[in-house]
């Protein structure tokens, strides 16, 4: 078996419409850090209304917000 160690332990998931499912929100990558994942999708999204589910790989902690919804 191959194991691949990595400090990348956050992964980042996004979402426009709340009626898709987080299976299925668009994969933003890996990152070092929970900030890092949030800067990107804020590059990536801008001023559109967006979720975010920052999962992280080594204690299973989820982190969800919502940016620019109302």
Request: proline fraction near 1%; aromatic fraction near 12%; glycine fraction near 6%.
């Amino acid at each position: 078996m191959i194991r691949i160690e990595t400090d990348r332990t956050k992964c980042l998931y996004c979402r426009t419409n709340r009626r898709v499912k987080w299976s299925y929100a668009d994969y933003g990558g890996r990152y070092k850090t929970t900030e890092e994942a949030i800067k990107k999708a804020a590059e990536r999204y801008g001023d559109q209304p967006y979720e975010y589910r920052i999962e992280d790989l080594d204690s299973g902690e989820v982190i969800t917000d919502k940016v620019n919804w109302e």
